[in-house]
């Protein structure tokens, strides 16, 4: 599976923003889709993830409550939605793919997803 996100840009505090990660490839709706962040100078971060299905999803505590993750298996596309960006929004977005994940500890684990987009800057300036 091939992984290209976008949608990021400069957006103003309290703004919104839908990012999109579009899959190429075989069997994309047999596979978990996470999304992860990189702030400047600071460690990945796990944001969301949706099962294959669309009918699990997780939220990092930074976003949950104005994150919205969701998946149209159709058209091989995941979305993330975020809704009053903040200055420490500010990162490179990225997603990311695995076989399943069985609960929040596995779902937020970078380690465990088996192919990455290339990532879409996202910036909030304070």
């Known amino acids: 599976v091939q992984l290209v996100e976008s949608g990021g840009g400069s957006v103003q505090a309290g703004d919104s923003l839908t990012l999109s990660c579009a899959a190429s490839?075989?069997?994309?709706?047999?596979?978990?889709v996470g999304w992860f962040r990189q702030p400047p100078g600071k460690e990945r971060e796990f944001v969301a993830a949706?099962?294959?299905?669309?009918?699990?999803?997780y939220y990092a505590e930074s976003v949950q409550g104005r994150c919205t993750i969701s998946r149209n298996n159709a058209e091989k596309t995941v979305y993330l939605q975020i809704g009053s960006l903040k200055p420490e929004d500010t990162a490179v977005y990225y997603c990311?793919?695995?076989?399943?994940?069985?609960?929040?500890?596995?779902?937020?684990?970078?380690?465990?997803?088996?192919?990455w987009g290339q990532g879409t800057q996202v910036t909030v300036p304070s």
């Open positions: 949706v099962s294959w299905s669309g009918g699990n999803k």
């Open positions: 490839g075989r069997d994309f709706d047999d596979y978990a």
């Open positions: 990311a793919v695995r076989d399943y994940y069985t609960d929040y500890a596995s779902a937020s684990n970078f380690r465990g997803y088996d192919a």
